[in-house]
């Protein structure tokens, strides 16, 4: 019998679309907005500050007193898409509140050069940058400056900040991350091919520019100089590499390609 084919629920993701009013006090009201990415309804709840400092009801905030509330938003998923990870918006009610726009970056390779991020914030503040985890071995970023320096491959998280001040409240910080992918790494070297009963022996040096991702083998390729289908097998990424299932008969032209992430 054929063996049980298991079905994954989609995963999706919840962004509030509402902007944080800039000034909350007694008395005002605010309405969250938030979308998933399945489409579907999003609640809303109080998570910090509920009945002392802002209350909910109807999809609608309002605000008691002075002090922090925060809401979040959450969609549990149905059948076909698995529960979002909860988001949230913080406000401080008695302070000038502040949002920060930061634009998505877009992919990088290991060979990009450095580049200035674009974030702001409403209040017209300084925004600071700092990697996740700081450091990284992907990237690294100005604190100030905003310019990021490519150091690896993988996933570059990049969180934009803006303290508070006896005014202003924190800003929610606001967290954009980006793929670095490796390039092509350099070409090893060979230092010996031998070659007896059907299999050759390659002896290599590997490349010195592994391309920015670790180098996890070599494809080897032999090439019947008559003109023939070549051979073409994977080797494991110290030398030599051993190659099989050729005949002996014929002469080969060999090459050996890196593989890397």
Known sequence: TDPPITITKASQILAFTSPIPSRVVTGTEYEPEAEATSGLDVTFSITEGDGTVCEIDGGIVSFLSSGTCTIAADQAGDSNYAEATQVTQ???AGKINQTITFAQPEAKTVESPAFRLEASVNSGRSVTFATSPSPSTVCAVGETSGIVNI????????????????????APEVTRSFT??????GVPSLTSVSGQGGTMTIGFVPPGNNGGSEITGYQAIATPTDGSDPVVQECGPVSPCVMGGLDENLEYEVTLKPING
């Open 180 to 185: 670095v992918s490796a390039v092509a790494p």
């Open 151 to 170: 150091l690896g491959a993988g996933e570059c998280v990049i969180t934009a900040s803006s303290p508070g001040t006896g005014s202003y409240a924190d």
């Open 90 to 92: 913080t406000l401080v």
